[in-house]
């Protein structure tokens, strides 16, 4: 008798109709592509570390939170939404956008932001190298 082989990786893991991480990460580096323009012209410009500083705020800012959705902390001090802006920001602070609602919803939408700003920071990366390579 021929022993069972070994289920594919895809059927141990459990059903679910909710994207995991790595999908939720492109669609979010798509959408700020596409919606918020920033190619990858714009992402070379970026040349001191500001997608990986950005990438930790919103990284940070979901850590902010206990594991019941309640904030730990206040970042900053200015009694406004903003209180939660990092000092770190490395943009406008217009440009911060976290979801200011205190649930794992929102953590997950923080955690998928960071990780679509380090994948454009990894392309970046990339794409210098490329081009250092070349010359």
């Known amino acids: 008798m021929t022993p069972n082989p070994i289920p594919a990786a895809s059927t141990l893991q ?6 995991n991480g790595v999908a939720l990460i492109a669609a979010e ?12 012209e ?16 919103y990284a940070h800012f979901a850590g902010e939170y206990s594991s019941d959705g309640t ?9 406004d939404e903003n209180d939660r802006m ?25 955690l998928v932001k960071a990780g ?6 990894i392309d970046r990366l990339q794409r210098a190298i490329a081009a250092e390579e070349n010359t």
């Open 29 to 40: 580096r798509e959408r700020q592509i596409s919606v918020e323009g920033w190619t990858a």
């Open 116 to 121: 679509a700003l380090i994948v454009a920071e």
């Open 86 to 110: 990092p000092g770190g920001w490395p943009f406008h602070p217009s440009w911060w956008k976290p979801s200011f609602t205190h649930d794992h919803t929102a953590r997950m939408r923080e």
């Open 14 to 19: 459990p059903e679910t109709t909710q994207p």
């Open 42 to 57: 714009h992402d070379d410009s970026r040349t001191k570390g500001e997608l990986a500083r950005a990438a930790a705020c």
């Open 71 to 79: 904030i730990w902390r206040e970042i900053g001090n200015r009694g």
